[in-house]
């Protein structure tokens, strides 16, 4: 026999025999067990029309269809609703039939007190999401014994009592075979110590944490704290480490969705988390005006910046994404990405180098891009020390190519992105960045074309940058490699950055320079403790070592040079600066010339002297070439956002 149809014909059934018994239970409270004869005769007469119709209102809201392992307050809400519009159609019957059709001989069978209504919608509601919380919990209790039967559960505090706990808890509470035993919240709140969330104690403070953790024997904590400050994610953590527990993060509130929460989404604390800001809040209209409909070309698309503004911008609907790359393997992986992830978007992987002048401008005429994001470049500041000539030709060439590319094809928009390296340069990387801006300052002074500059520092995780290189280290066991112990630079998410970038393009006119407020500075050395720390290790189990500074790096990076005069935007977390364009012939003058160097193969130093012509404020050292040269904590004036400052 079918299963299934057996067991649904048995709820349809117990769910009769409810509305059934709770009818005859109102008549019998309504006269206290005292019915008179009359009474019963007429309920008996409206029995099957009372059932029938509150019935048909369940099935005409789905409610049989309800699974009643999962019922839940959604389902309850829906019963109430159900039978509350049987009650109301009942109750307008009783009024019809004694103020429109008095006296009728069969009228008064279809009349029905009121008291029996009500009292038979109360016992109805309770019998039929009583007997779905008793198959629930039923269900649940099986499958918690057979879970403790084979799984070990891990004693765990929750930290923070809000939404993102709540979710926790009755994930843990439905879900028996993650093995996790909620022994109590801990929360800040002093207004939660003592109540009950989901049937788990507010137990006490972070700062209790070591204490409470030894008392309920806690093996681990989980911060649901969705979004938290990264301050407050370090405290946390701290306090955790100091009681020997091993600490997870829930996901951030985007990925909190609609109240669902998959919990196979909590991990490892990781150092994104202890340097997290406040979300980034975005104007999506105006970048969607931007960019809906629109041709968009991204430049190094298989990078770390590239490929997540091509993620961000996908979201926004663009007619046709030109995934411009140079890195086969790189376009790949982030062609299948997009294809997966935005399956009725337009894409156009295309293997092409920004320097290759034909090729791009065969890219230009094909598709015609509208909004052009400039990410491709040579970024190691290192490696461009002992590469000058070739930093010149990506970064400065390849630049002024595409611009020029992107102005003499009507481009509506097009955005650089550019580094805090830029700013008084130490560095032949930095220096070549510097200049690529004033070309694009220049350029945007006689084009329709709105060009516009985004400036920022380190973003965590990117492809070859101190995390990635860090954690190699230390699966090695070590030595840690940092530079200097004073070293110190701004960090940001890739998301976030992303983000940022969009916003700025959509606002720019045109010249801007625009600066992405990246929070307070992080010590090189402290953002090693921490990768150790959260790698397991204790602080003398995996040595660091200062290794000295490299060529071209100096102690502290700036964001911003006194005559830009950066302000504040109408967006938080981005600055704006502005300083004189110079004229576009005499830019062009000297970007020839130093193009002609790097063609003519012109030695190293050379070219670092036409670029200096070109970015007057290049600090070359005084020692010989390929030595570092460290700037002092930087002179100028700082920019002032609502809580940090940016340079």
């Not at 084009?447 to 860090?470: A, E, W």
């Not at 830009?564 to 004229?583: C, D, N, V």
Request: glycine share 8%; charged share 20%.
């Amino acid at each position: 026999m079918n299963r299934p149809l057996v067991l649904r014909t048995a709820q349809i059934v117990i769910d009769l025999l409810i509305l059934s018994c709770a009818l005859w239970a109102a008549l019998w409270l309504r006269f206290e067990g005292d019915v008179p004869y009359q009474m019963f005769k007429r309920v008996i007469f409206l029995w099957p029309y009372i059932v029938g119709l509150q019935y048909g209102f369940l099935a005409l809201l789905g409610i049989p269809r309800f699974s009643w392992r999962y019922i839940g307050l959604r389902e309850a809400v829906r019963i109430l609703r159900a039978l509350a519009l049987a009650t109301a159609l009942l109750v307008a019957a009783r009024l019809l039939l004694v103020n429109v059709i008095p006296g009728n001989l069969y009228a008064q069978y279809g009349h029905l007190p009121l008291g029996i209504a009500v009292f038979d919608f109360v016992l109805a509601f309770v019998g039929l999401s009583g007997v779905r919380v008793a198959r629930r919990m039923g269900t649940e209790r099986a499958q918690m014994q057979r879970v403790q039967a084979g799984t070990a559960r891990v004693p765990t505090l929750l930290v923070g009592a809000g939404h993102a706990g709540l979710l926790i808890a009755k994930e843990i509470a439905r879900n028996p075979s993650l093995g996790i035993e909620a022994v109590g919240f801990i929360d800040d709140n002093e207004q939660t110590h003592g109540t009950v969330v989901h049937g788990i104690r507010v137990l006490g403070r972070v700062a209790d944490i070591e204490r409470l953790a030894r008392h309920h024997e806690a093996q681990q904590a989980i911060i649901t704290i969705a979004s938290a400050p990264g301050d407050v994610v370090r405290n946390i953590a701290e306090a955790c480490q100091r009681a020997g527990l091993k600490v997870k993060v829930v996901p951030g509130l985007h990925q909190l969705v609609s109240g669902q929460l998959n919990f196979t989404r909590i991990r490892d604390v990781a150092i994104e988390d202890l340097l997290r800001r406040d979300q980034v809040v975005l104007d999506d209209q105006a970048i969607a005006a931007d960019l809906r409909d629109s041709v968009v070309l991204v430049t190094g698309a298989g990078g770390s910046i590239g490929a997540e503004i091509c993620r961000q911008v996908s979201r926004f609907g663009p007619r046709r994404l030109l995934l411009v790359e140079r890195a086969e393997n790189a376009l790949f992986e982030i062609h299948r990405e997009l294809r997966a992830d935005f399956p009725s978007l337009t894409l156009e992987p295309l293997v092409a180098d920004i320097t290759d002048a034909r090729r791009m401008n065969q890219i230009f005429q094909d598709y015609a891009p509208q909004v052009v994001f400039h990410a491709a470049a040579h970024k190691h500041v290192p490696m461009m020390e002992w590469n000058v000539s070739e930093a010149i030709k990506n970064n400065v060439i390849g630049t002024r190519g595409l611009a020029d590319m992107a102005h003499g094809h009507r481009t509506r928009a097009f955005v650089m992105i550019s580094t805090d390296k830029a700013v008084n340069p130490s560095s032949v990387m930095g220096a070549s960045k510097r200049a690529a801006e004033i070309y694009i300052q220049a350029l945007a002074k006689q084009s329709s074309t709105r060009f516009v500059t985004v400036r920022f520092g380190n973003v965590l995780d990117s492809n070859g940058s101190v995390v990635p290189i860090f954690r190699e280290q230390i699966s090695r066991g070590g030595p840690v490699t940092v530079t200097h112990p004073d070293m110190k630079r701004y960090f940001m998410t890739i998301p976030e950055a992303c983000q940022l970038v969009l916003q700025a393009g959509a606002m720019g006119r045109g010249g801007e320079i625009f600066i992405l407020d990246m929070g307070e500075p992080v010590r090189i050395v402290d953002l090693a403790r921490d990768l150790i720390h959260l790698s397991g290790f204790l602080p003398n189990e995996i040595e660091i070592v200062f290794s000295g500074i490299r060529p071209g790096e100096k102690l502290y990076e700036e964001l911003s040079i006194s005559d830009e005069k950066a302000q504040k935007t109408q967006h938080p977390k981005i600055y704006i600066g502005r300083t004189i364009a110079e004229p576009l012939e005499i830019v062009a003058a000297r970007l020839d010339d130093l193009r002609a160097a790097v063609e003519r193969g012109a030695s190293a130093e050379a070219v670092r002297d036409l670029l200096s012509s070109v970015v007057p404020e290049f600090a070359q050292s005084t020692s010989s070439v390929g030595r570092a040269s460290a700037a002092p904590d930087p002179p100028g004036p700082k920019l002032t956002g609502p809580k940090t400052a940016l340079a």
